[in-house]
T-cell receptor, first 115, second 113 residues
Framework: DAGVIQSPRHEVTEMGQEVTLRCKPI?????LFWYRQTMMRGLELLIY????????DSGMPEDRFSAKMPNASFSTLKIQPSEPRDSAVYFC?????????????FGPGTRLTVL | KQEVTQIPAALSVPEGENLVLNCSFT??????LQWFRQDPGKGLTSLLL?????REQTSGRLNASLDKSSGRSTLYIAASQPGDSATYLC????????????FGKGTHLIIQP
């Protein structure tokens, strides 16, 4: 298995632009997580999907952030409009969850820089 | 709300030493606890997952233990090597949705050759 795949690996954009991050989870996993990591705040969970349904989006910082999971093999995290404070590394992780959250496997991340 | 603490924040030891990394959590009612390593500029790599019913898990030179009553997990690394240098994070899952998942801030480990 190729593991969790994320694209792009690096994104540089200007303030106000729309940014779309993509994730392909491990085949057979039924849970998907989007995280953000910065030096100041560490690792923050943004949103959690189970069986393609958003279960908990309490970590999404504001309405500029949205996430979708149209099928079991693809998810997107969109920021519109982007701001410099959104600069961070964004990780996608997947797991197989029976009761609760199982072992998580992370993708390589997307490093986002908003100028 | 669950709080997860990893002390020390940074650790530097000579190659070959056995070492222990600590992870403390405030709510002992956890379902599982997972240890990860993160190399600079990379994602998190899962090392070990301990279920609440287990006391320890082993993988190669790594051994993770879990003591729910004391709110503590340790990651033991035997015969450390320079390639073990990384940041090690633990995450405790207390049930429910994703709000039951709490990460520590990590221990930055350097193994001196």
């Amino acid at each position: 298995d190729a593991g969790v795949i994320q694209s792009p690996r690096h994104e540089v954009t200007e303030m106000g632009q729309e940014v779309t991050l993509r994730c392909k989870p491990i085949s057979g996993h039924n849970s998907l997580f989007w995280y953000r990591q910065t030096m100041m705040r560490g690792l923050e969970l943004l949103i959690y999907f189970n069986n393609n349904v958003p279960i908990d989006d309490s970590g999404m910082p504001e309405d500029r952030f949205s996430a979708k999971m149209p099928n079991a093999s693809f998810s997107t995290l969109k920021i519109q409009p982007s701001e410099p404070r959104d600069s961070a590394v964004y990780f996608c992780a997947s797991s197989f969850a029976g009761l609760g959250i199982g072992e998580q496997f992370f993708g390589p991340g997307t490093r986002l820089t908003v100028l | 709300k669950q709080e997860v603490t990893q002390i020390p924040a940074a650790l530097s030891v000579p190659e070959g030493e056995n070492l222990v990394l600590n992870c403390s959590f405030t709510d002992s009612a956890i379902y599982n606890l997972q240890w990860f390593r993160q190399d600079p500029g990379k994602g998190l790599t899962s090392l070990l997952l301990i279920q609440s019913s287990q006391r320890e898990q082993t993988s190669g030179r790594l051994n993770a233990s879990l003591d729910k009553s004391s709110g503590r997990s340790t990651l033991y690394i035997a015969a450390s090597q320079p390639g073990d240098s990384a940041t090690y994070l633990c995450a405790a899952y207390s049930g429910g949705g994703a709000d039951g998942l709490t990460f520590g801030k990590g221990t930055h480990l350097i193994i001196q050759p």
